[in-house]
């Protein structure tokens, strides 16, 4: 009589060491799993660069121009510079920038009297005529304009060519100014502007001071 077959051997899972290996592999699918959500979820935050700290600037050189009007020093003087002699209730302050001084007249109103030096010839005669003609909205000359409106006072410096003008409209504003170069290369302009009545009280005084240029 044939022998009855053998059943088929199933591992059982209750099995000590199968259940340990199959453990395992869950607590390490586990690990895994965990570790991605971890990666993905927790990005651990850069550390920030420290910057290095700015340097403190350092103190400003004496007589430093920064363009502020108190620390501006005057222009140094030029070797010969031009010198006046000013008429009784004027005065002198000492300049700043481009301006080599400032004069403080006795009359009152808007009035401004200043002396202004660059080197060489400036950019040239009418140029600068021009220039100031359009301070006072008056238009440009030409070469035979600036020769008609010239006229010349005579100093110890040299000849001064004087120029005189008003601008148009009831509001009138004046400017007398005095054109002169010295032998060491500088050109000059001194300078009277403001209203016109003011102007032509304080003309007289200005004149006597451009006739009185002389070299240092």
């Known amino acids: 009589m044939p022998n009855p077959p053998t059943p088929l051997h199933r591992p059982c899972l209750t099995h000590p060491t199968s ?32 910057q290095a700290p700015i ?6 050189p004496m007589g430093e121009r920064t363009g502020e009007p108190s620390d501006v020093p005057p222009p140094p003087k030029p070797k010969g510079s031009l010198k006046w002699s000013l008429p009784k209730g004027w005065s002198e302050l000492p300049g700043g920038g481009m301006r080599f001084a400032t004069f403080k007249t006795p009359y009152a109103g808007k009035l401004e ?6 080197p060489g010839p400036a950019g040239g005669e009418l140029a600068n005529v021009n220039r100031w003609r359009g301070q006072i909205a008056l238009p440009a000359l030409d070469e035979a304009g600036l020769a008609k409106s010239r006229s010349t006072l005579k100093s110890k410096v040299g000849a001064v060519n004087v120029y005189d003008f008003t601008s148009e409209g009831q509001a009138k504003s004046r400017m007398v100014a005095g054109y002169v170069a010295t032998p060491d290369g500088n050109t000059w302009f001194l300078k009277l502007t403001g209203d016109a009545d003011p102007v032509a009280k304080a003309k007289p005084d200005f004149m006597t001071i451009l006739g009185s240029l002389h070299l240092d």
């Open 113 to 118: 009297a200043t002396v202004v030096v660059l």
């Open 19 to 50: 259940a340990a290996i199959m453990g395992a592999g869950l607590l390490l699918l586990g690990f895994g799993c965990s570790s991605d959500r971890v990666s993905h979820y927790r990005v651990p935050k850069e550390s920030a660069t420290p």
């Open 55 to 60: 340097p403190a600037m350092p103190p400003k």
